[in-house]
């Protein structure tokens, strides 16, 4: 089984300071790791995805995210926001021999920017 | 190139009628996923087409929704006598080798 928790349903920040969007997991297989965003009235787009490879993961528009195994965490974050930031973040798992097959979504941490 | 596409990407209808949902993967894709959004409910798994396997049907929440694949390409979701709670973003991705990718979606809006 697995789960995602992602700790904060809305996170505002000042427009050039730091974001930290905080996502925990649990999962009975190896994980792998994605996270989404959703402007308003789109799709998901992907931002990063942990696959096993180095733990500090960087995605695009200057994310990055941090695989902790210990921690079971996979945070989300980015040095200075922008306006254009503002959105809904979705941190998904899935086991990784599964072939993606089952993805589990937290329930989503909207991110307010304001200048 | 080309991503996941959606169609209609707004389909307003009345309680009872029947839906069809379109979702064109991206080319050589094999995996394609249904999930639903709406209000309160975050993304609920609807159903998950891998290759020529049989699908994985477990999140159809009635026997009012099906979904196929076609020729392991274009998939239809089909809502059966809609009803007002049908109302929802239904989202379609596909997945290659990476991880998987979203289409639009469809705003559902049942009258």
């Known amino acids: 089984a697995q789960s995602v928790t992602q700790l904060d349903s809305h996170v505002s920040v000042s427009e050039g300071t730091p974001v930290l969007l905080r996502c925990n997991y649990s999962s009975s297989y190896s994980p792998s790791l994605f996270w989404y965003v959703q402007h308003p009235n789109k799709g998901l787009q992907l931002l990063l995805k942990?696959?096993?490879?180095?733990?500090l993961v960087k995605g695009i528009n200057g994310f990055e995210a941090e695989f902790k195994k210990s921690e079971t965490s996979f945070h989300l974050t980015k040095p200075s926001a922008h306006m254009s930031d503002a959105a809904e973040y979705f941190c998904v798992v899935t086991p990784k021999n599964s072939g993606y097959s089952t993805l589990t979504f937290g329930k989503g941490t909207m991110l307010l920017v304001s200048p | 190139g080309a991503g996941v596409s959606q169609s209609p990407s707004n389909k307003v209808t009345e309680k009872g009628k029947d839906v069809e949902l379109r979702c064109d993967p991206i080319?050589?894709?094999?995996?394609l996923y249904w999930y639903r959004q709406s209000l309160g409910q975050g993304l609920e798994f609807l159903i998950y087409f891998q290759g020529n396997s049989a699908p994985d049907k477990s999140g159809l929440p009635s026997d009012r929704f099906s979904a196929e694949r076609t020729g392991g390409s274009v998939s239809t979701l089909t809502i059966q006598r809609t009803q007002q709670e049908d109302s929802a973003v239904y989202l379609c991705a596909s997945r290659g080798e990476t991880a998987p990718l979203f289409g639009p979606g469809t705003r559902l809006t049942v009258l």
């Open positions: 080319s050589g894709h094999t995996a």
């Open positions: 942990y696959t096993s490879a180095a733990t």
